[in-house]
């Protein structure tokens, strides 16, 4: 190998903006949906465990089923 890039978010790649456009996108698919700021003010930067126990108040579900969805959903948005 010759070289790595390591890329920090909004460097190359704004990869938060994805991420987000992502996760909305699936949420309203299931019925979820959230308005931008509403989620992000929510459910931003909480560790995964801490985002389900949200989720669950917020949506009164269980959102176990989601996080593989949602992981798909992502990895096919970034190879988009």
Known sequence: MKLTIFDCDGVLVNSEEIYLAAELEF???IGAGFEPKAYMQ????LSPSMW????RIA???KPEHLFRAISMLKSST???
Do not use: N
């Open 27 to 29: 949420l309203e698919s």
């Open 42 to 45: 929510s459910f931003m930067g």
């Open 52 to 55: 389900k126990r949200s989720f």
């Open 59 to 61: 949506w009164r579900r």
């Open 78 to 80: 970034y190879r988009q």
